[in-house]
């Protein structure tokens, strides 16, 4: 059964950072998309970035709007890790973040973020930003 586990969330002033870890244990089948979606009290579970694996080395990253720029995903597949990081943090940007794996998708299924796709998902770590 897989495992998804985020660390590193916390609360920080708007302009700051923070880098979440996603370790991922126990998968019994290959995956080569995983992903950072984010949910705020009241509003839909959204995608944040997400990034697929072209070949061991070769990846590809994807944003949504609101972040590009300011985040960034990585994946490392020695430690099986995937991390964001997140600068010039704004009070919107306060939410939920979870990680989450897919099975083998298109490169073009795991830019969509569409939640859909993804099987495996973390418990989440909190980020609070304030003004």
């Known amino acids: 059964q897989v495992q998804l586990v985020e660390s590193g969330g916390g609360s920080v002033q708007a302009g700051g950072s923070l880098r979440l870890s996603c370790a991922a244990s126990?998968?019994?089948?290959?995956?080569?998309?995983m992903g950072w979606f984010r949910q705020a009290p009241g509003k839909e579970r959204e995608g944040v970035a997400t990034i697929y694996t072209v070949r061991r080395g070769t990846y590809y990253a994807y944003y949504a709007d609101s972040v590009k720029g300011r985040f960034s995903i990585s994946q490392d597949n020695a430690k099986n890790t995937v991390s964001l990081q997140m600068n010039t943090l704004k009070p919107e940007d306060t939410a939920m973040y979870y990680c989450?794996?897919?099975?083998?998708?298109?490169?073009?299924?795991?830019?969509?973020?569409?939640?859909?796709?993804?099987?495996?998902w973390g418990q989440g770590t909190q980020v609070t930003v304030s003004s």
């Open positions: 989450a794996r897919t099975g083998v998708v298109s490169d073009p299924n795991c830019a969509s973020m569409d939640r859909g796709w993804f099987g495996a």
């Open positions: 126990g998968y019994t089948y290959a995956s080569n998309c």
